[in-house]
């Protein structure tokens, strides 16, 4: 009988701030109990809930802020369209613009290393900008029209079934600003070596009396097998990233997925470093002609005596992948152990 009161009230105060669930918590909870005999049935319960309606339409009415633009029928469904799309619209814009400022500025002759950077982060960062908000205005537009048209709405309320409720969320949330990272170093980091490989952004810059130089980075043969690779390592970041977005929880899906992009990429960026040849002849040759200490890993590299430093590589990304498997596997397990105690 509590199970079905408590999925109810979750899935009522879930979606009102987290400064009004307490109180409507306890107001609900009181509502509830004062429509059911002393010795409710399950039976009577179910039907006290169903008879109250869609928790949706609930939460809107508790609400202290109503807001009428988006119907609370599908509020819900339309901020968390936004929660997921707006950011991933934001990332990809802002990677695009900052691979487009970084291709501008290495294209400059004359250009110094410091307005390379301020073209590259401030292109990145108003494309992103200018893609949040476009986002924004076209997800919202779209729900209205939807609305208003009969697209969404109505039959979602004839749908709702006391059986949909899902079980109350307890533990830690998972924070926004964990998936939001690990999907801008991806589009970044792995972005900008799929352009160097697709020769899109084939140098790297060297300051010569206040001007850029550029040489070709990878071989033909290495820059082959990155742009691949590359695809792959930032579709799986933006599969694990919105499983955490979208779950906001560590759950058995979240975890799974989170071990598949740990392993897959520790696999992959094994193969790439464990790799012969991977630096041009260009840029080999601009590394003989500098000075490098014994110690200096530019030394190694221009020697062409890397493989006690590719093996150290290899070595911390197997450690790594390590914490981090096991990381999401105790952290799967301990909010698995919460739900349980919870339902």
């Known amino acids: 009988m509590n199970n079905w009161i408590n999925r109810y ?163 830690k949330l998972i924070p926004l600003s964990d998936p939001i990272g690990e999907l801008i170093a991806a589009f970044f980091f792995c972005g900008w070596l799929a352009l160097i490989g697709l020769g899109l952004a084939p140098f790297v810059a060297f300051t010569n009396d206040q001007s850029v130089e550029g040489v070709a980075l990878f071989s033909d043969s290495f820059a082959m097998k990155v742009v691949p690779i590359m695809v792959v390592l930032i579709l799986l970041t933006v599969i694990s990233s919105l499983k955490k977005i979208t779950q906001r929880r560590w759950t058995s899906q979240v975890c799974f997925w989170v071990i598949v992009d740990n392993l897959v990429s520790a696999l992959l960026w094994i193969f790439l470093f464990m790799q012969r040849n991977i630096f041009s002849t260009e840029f080999i040759r601009m590394m003989q002609e500098q000075e490098w200490s014994s110690g200096d890993v530019l030394h190694y590299i221009s020697t062409g005596n890397t493989t006690y430093i590719q093996l150290i590589i290899c070595g911390i990304i197997v450690v790594v992948t390590l914490i981090e498997i096991g990381s999401a596997i105790y952290k799967t397990a301990k909010n698995t152990s919460v739900q349980a105690t919870v339902a």
């Open 9 to 171: 009230v979750a899935a009522v105060v879930g979606r009102l701030p987290e400064n009004e669930r307490a109180e409507v918590t306890r107001e609900l909870k009181s509502s509830i109990y004062d429509m059911l005999s002393e010795n409710p049935t399950e039976a009577e319960v179910k039907h006290v809930l169903q008879e109250m309606g869609s928790p949706a339409e609930l939460a809107e009415e508790y609400r202290q802020n109503p807001r009428y633009l988006i119907s609370p029928r599908i509020y819900d469904d339309y901020i968390r369209m936004l929660k997921v799309l707006v950011p991933i619209f934001a990332l990809i814009i802002g990677a695009i613009g900052a691979f487009r400022g970084g291709i501008e500025a290495f294209q400059t002759n004359g250009i110094k290393m410091t307005e390379v950077f301020e073209l590259i982060i401030g292109d990145g960062i108003s494309s992103g900008v200018s893609g949040a908000m476009e986002a924004l205005v076209l997800i919202t537009i779209g729900y209205v029209i939807a609305e208003r048209t009969g697209m969404i709405g109505d039959k979602k309320k004839e749908e709702w079934k006391l059986e949909d409720l899902p079980q109350p969320q307890e533990g």
